[in-house]
């Protein structure tokens, strides 16, 4: 009797382990992912294709609010019918600077350019120190007719290689001074996305926290648009914006959600950029694959992106539901 007593609690106790480990955990226990600077891409576009005459000068600004004072930032020009940079084919040259003027006139004003003395034209330049709430750059296309070109900003943590402090390069004074006239300023458009897609564990929720900076000649006029994708179709997203602190669900702080479970989830926002210069977004998931087959946690993968544009006249206002 003795002997059967053990081997049914032998049993039972295999049992119990066996239902333990198939338990998920609480989802008290399962902190809140905080999405980091580092994993998120920043950008600031061009809001059109610029198509320039020879000699024509343009001026592309980018309002940052202070937000990513000492990062770096890498300034590129694409040529759309030259990728190749040939000088002959029509290039544009470009200077970078703090100079809130709409002429530049002392090539000592450049924080980096792709014209450089004694070097070869090139698509892009990097300011390894940003220390201003805007970045100018000033453009200036070469002796060819009907160069069409963008311009993209892309801010990022220093890269440790390019610590070493280097003599700052001759740059070439031939086309200074720069002047530039109203109709040929352009305000760049921003964007945030991920860098690599995210894993999120089912029924777990993901936030981050997006920084915008709305202009003297946007203000009033922007949207915020925010897309959820998954990446193998297998588990779905929700989304809740905040303009404050702490951002949960049903909270008084959300301004806008998107509540229905879908692989590809998105929010638009209007008029919400006059006062404020970050959006809190959270992100929750719904299913996903399992880790391993028949136990562990189901895990969904992501992409994530948002974007900041003109409005639309005809837009309609996106209202909080009332409940």
């Known amino acids: 009797m003795a002997r059967h007593v053990t081997v049914l609690m032998g049993i039972l106790a295999a049992l119990a382990c066996c239902n333990a480990a198939a338990i998920h955990k609480p989802l008290s226990k399962r902190p809140l992912r905080l999405v980091q600077n580092e994993e998120m891409r920043f950008t600031y576009t061009a809001p059109d294709t610029t198509l320039a005459m020879p000699g024509q000068t343009d001026l592309f600004i980018a309002?940052?609010?202070n937000h990513f004072m000492g990062q770096e930032a890498e300034v590129t020009l694409v040529l759309l019918n030259n990728p190749a940079w040939n000088v002959q084919d029509g290039?544009?040259?470009?200077?970078?600077?703090?100079?809130?003027?709409?002429?530049?006139?002392?090539?000592?004003?450049?924080?980096?350019?792709n014209n450089v003395e004694g070097e070869?034209?090139?698509?892009?330049?990097?300011?390894t120190d940003v220390s201003c709430s805007e970045l100018y750059i000033y453009t200036r296309a070469g002796d060819v007719f009907g160069i069409a070109y963008s311009v993209t900003v892309e801010f990022r943590q220093p890269n440790d290689t390019r610590k070493v402090v280097k003599e700052k390069p001759k740059v070439s004074t031939k086309?200074?001074?720069?002047?530039?006239?109203?109709?040929?300023v352009h305000h760049l458009i921003q964007s945030v996305s991920l860098r690599a897609p995210?894993?999120?564990?089912?029924?777990?929720?993901?936030?981050?926290?997006?920084?915008?900076?709305?202009?003297?000649?946007?203000?009033?006029?922007?949207?915020?648009?925010?897309?959820?994708?998954?990446?193998?179709?297998?588990?779905?997203?929700?989304?809740?914006?905040?303009?404050?602190?702490?951002?949960?669900?049903?909270?008084?702080?959300?301004?806008?959600?998107?509540?229905?479970?879908?692989?590809?989830?998105?929010l638009r926002l209007e008029s919400m950029c006059d006062k404020h210069t970050s959006l809190t977004v959270l992100v929750h998931c719904w299913g996903g694959e399992q880790e391993e087959a028949g136990v562990g946690d189901y895990v969904g993968k992501f992409n994530f992106a948002a974007g900041?544009?003109?409005?639309?006249?005809?837009?309609?206002?996106?209202?909080?539901?009332?409940?």
């Open 91 to 113: 290039v544009v040259y470009f200077y970078v600077t703090d100079n809130p003027q709409k002429g530049l006139n002392d090539s000592n004003e450049v924080l980096c350019t």
């Open 175 to 184: 086309h200074f001074p720069i002047y530039v006239k109203d109709e040929c």
């Open 308 to 323: 900041v544009n003109l409005k639309s006249p005809t837009s309609g206002v996106a209202k909080k539901p009332m409940y």
């Open 63 to 65: 309002s940052t609010c």
């Open 198 to 266: 995210l894993e999120l564990v089912s029924l777990t929720t993901a936030q981050m926290t997006i920084p915008f900076c709305p202009n003297a000649e946007q203000e009033n006029l922007l949207s915020v648009e925010t897309s959820v994708l998954s990446v193998s179709g297998l588990s779905a997203y929700t989304q809740y914006a905040c303009l404050k602190t702490p951002c949960e669900v049903d909270s008084p702080n959300v301004i806008a959600s998107s509540p229905e479970q879908r692989p590809l989830n998105s």
């Open 120 to 127: 070869v034209v090139t698509a892009r330049c990097i300011v």
